[in-house]
């Protein structure tokens, strides 16, 4: 099931990249496989993460069906420092409690990194929503943990496709900065 959850997770990137509605079949697939998976795993909220990712899915596949109310158009927008630094103190008090809470409550693996790179994903992925430029910056940290914490689960499949999603941030980067450049112009 993992093999089939990051195939689906890579044509979910490669129909994005080409701005195909089918990404979003691909992400609703492979994000319902990984709430199960990481369940089993004691990752549990990694798997909570994925229910959040599922329902961006339907999310993406509604605003790209250009149902009315789609706002389109977005540019790219750079935020402050002070906003990211606020956001940061949110989520890290936010990790602590939930961190605590699985410590105490569940088998979790990893109460405070599962909590803490869910939050963060959570965030970067609301930055991604909203064209925020910053987001390469979160994603970059947010799958160098990911990587370690699903290798050290025997997600190794996910590990990878997590490494894979490391080499492409440098391309995003520069090319969501050429934009934003070329939209000051």
Request: charged share 10%.
């Amino acid at each position: 099931m993992e093999i089939l959850a990051v195939i689906l997770a890579v044509f979910y990137l490669l129909l994005a990249i080409r701005q195909n509605i089918l990404c979003w079949l691909c992400a609703a697939i492979s994000t319902s496989i990984y709430v199960f998976l990481f369940m089993e795993a004691k990752l549990y909220m990694e798997s909570l993460l994925n229910v959040f990712y599922l329902l961006m899915a339907i999310y993406g596949w509604y605003s790209w069906s250009g149902k009315k109310g789609y706002v389109t158009g977005l540019n790219i927008s750079v935020w402050t420092f002070k906003t990211h630094i606020f956001a940061s103190v949110v989520i890290i008090l936010l990790s602590i409690s939930s961190g605590y809470i699985l410590s105490i409550y569940s088998d979790a693996i990893y109460p405070y990194l599962d909590s803490m790179t869910t939050y963060f994903s959570i965030w970067a992925t609301y930055l991604i929503a909203r064209k925020v430029l910053e987001n390469w910056w979160y994603w970059l940290v947010i799958d160098l943990f990911s990587m370690a914490i699903y290798w050290s689960r025997d997600l190794e499949a996910t590990a990878l496709l997590f490494a894979a999603y490391i080499v492409l941030i440098p391309f995003g980067m520069v090319a969501w900065k050429r934009s934003y450049k070329e939209q000051m112009i």
